[in-house]
């Protein structure tokens, strides 16, 4: 008799699973939130607009910001050799806020956890030759050149006094080769409970300061000049680094 059950409990959940009441599924794979939040800085304080209180890194007088703001773009996140690629990926990041700061999140990456980040200051040549909108990309946009296809990747606007002699500063870098490729691993402490919390400066002093020292008397405006431009590009390829 008490075989009889056995063989009954067997029978019945045989039954039930081939009926579809019992179905083995493997966990979900755990999904992480990260916030990227960049902090504007100049030489290693938050940056200060409206206010000649900043040296003229290549000769005299004091300047002021205006506006800055600069194109991200092609974000991604990897552990080991899984990546992670935000789609249209393109992200418009200024400042002028009461922080100085700009964060962006990615929700539900499929890692479970993250050891770097990377992404293009700029844009890609695809979206640069391409009118169609995606991400923060808009072509009637200020951040669009009004000659020919294509963006602004960075721009500064300000104000050089030298005495009592005002003279505006604006400086427009957005040919395609001007994109600058950045990577960063990520600190280990940075993540808790699954959401990856990761600080970022951008020092402006860098785009002035770089591989080229910038003489704001000498070079008021950079628009349409390659060479300047790939000066400009070449100091905002190290302005982006880790908080710590």
């Known amino acids: 008799m008490r075989l009889s059950h056995v063989t009954l409990g067997i029978s019945t959940a045989a039954i039930l699973i081939s009926a579809g ?3 083995l ?3 979900p794979e755990k999904s992480t939130s990260i916030t990227l939040t960049f902090h504007a800085e100049m030489g290693g304080a938050p940056l200060v607009y409206d206010q000649f209180v900043y040296d003229n890194p290549g000769g005299p007088g004091t300047f002021r910001v205006r506006d ?5 773009s092609n974000l991604s996140v990897a552990k080991g050799a899984e990546t992670y690629s935000e789609a249209d990926s393109y992200h418009l990041l200024r400042f002028d806020n009461a922080d100085r700061s700009h964060s962006i999140t990615l929700t539900d990456v499929p890692l479970q956890s993250v050891e770097t980040v990377g992404f293009l200051i700029g844009v890609d040549p695809e979206a640069n030759s391409s009118i169609q909108p995606r991400g923060d990309l808009d072509p009637n946009s200020q951040m669009a050149w009004n000659w020919e296809v294509g963006y602004k990747f960075v721009v500064f606007e300000g104000a050089l006094r030298i005495g009592e002699t005002v003279s505006p500063v604006v400086y427009h870098v957005g040919f395609s080769e001007n994109a600058r490729q950045q990577s960063f691993a990520i600190p280990s ?3 808790v409970d699954g959401d ?6 951008v020092d402006l002093a860098k785009l002035f300061n770089g591989a080229t020292r910038i003489d704001m008397e000498t070079l008021p405006s950079v628009k349409f000049d390659r060479t300047d431009a790939k000066d ?5 390829a190290d302005m982006i680094a880790p908080k710590f």
């Open 21 to 23: 009441w019992f179905t």
């Open 25 to 27: 599924r493997a966990l």
């Open 68 to 72: 800055f703001r600069f194109y991200l």
């Open 189 to 191: 402490d940075s993540q």
């Open 196 to 201: 990856v919390q990761v600080d970022l400066t």
């Open 232 to 236: 400009l590009a070449d100091n905002y």
